[in-house]
């Protein structure tokens, strides 16, 4: 962890956490403290939405998602978008069918709306933003097949990209790009920033998935609440 890696608009001292880290909170957020996965996804897909809504008030939007906990919460925006009347394309990195747990139901809600579900991008026209839903924290060396592709999409349409988390192919502690990356304008990161982002270049703004401060003691991690009455703040860099 770094304890002053990041800092609010305001001045407060934000830590930032290694993926090994953040799987811990999340652990203890679960297993001992009883949030749900599909709480903290819904949290973190209402603050994408939020955020989508900040950068094309319009669209079209396309999002794109994978089959993790990250994919979960560009699912669950997506479904907030629509109900916002934006026209939203969603595009898997594998088949529906292939989803599983939270995921597979944040699916299943999307494919009752009627919403556009794909696995390619052939077909879709350049958006007025992309909401960049793939791999997270647990990426693990370069993305390979579809998820490759997809990022590669991304860089070639020339459009503004958010992302959750962590931007796809960026590695979550390091920063490091194993292969193909992202390069969004904005990145939402979740509970707490990575360590990954301290040299990132876009936008950086820290939402709240309602990880109660208990946790973050358990495990020992120096906390100090940033979000004030907001339930999202954005972050600088210190260096």
Not at 196 to 221: F, N
Request: proline share 5%.
């Amino acid at each position: 962890m770094d304890l002053h890696a990041f800092r609010t608009t305001s001045g407060g001292s934000v830590t930032a956490v290694t993926a090994d880290e953040m799987r811990e909170v999340d652990r203890v957020a679960v297993e001992e403290y009883g949030l749900s996965l599909l709480q903290m996804m819904e949290q973190a897909g209402r603050g994408l939405a939020r955020e989508a809504l900040a950068l094309t008030r319009d669209g079209p939007v396309v999002v794109l998602a994978g089959g993790g906990g990250n994919g979960g919460g560009g699912l669950a925006c997506a479904r907030h978008l629509a109900n916002r009347e934006l026209p939203v394309t969603v595009v898997l990195d594998r088949e529906p069918a292939e989803l599983e747990g939270v995921v597979a139901r944040q699916c299943e809600l999307l494919e009752r709306t009627g919403l556009s579900i794909r696995t390619d991008v052939s077909t879709v026209e350049t958006p007025a933003l992309v909401v960049d839903a793939l791999v997270g924290y647990g990426l693990e060396g370069a993305l390979r097949g579809p998820s490759e592709e997809l990022v590669r999409w991304a860089d070639d349409a020339a459009t503004r990209v958010l992302s959750l988390d962590v931007p796809s192919g960026i590695d979550a502690t390091t920063g490091d790009e194993p292969g193909a990356a992202i390069r969004p304008a904005r990145t939402l990161t979740l509970a707490l920033p990575k360590t990954g982002l301290c040299e990132t270049t876009a936008e950086l703004v820290l939402g709240d998935i309602s990880i109660p401060s208990a946790v973050y003691e358990a495990i020992e991690i120096p906390y100090e609440p940033p979000f004030g009455r907001e339930f999202a703040v954005r972050l600088e860099a210190t260096d």
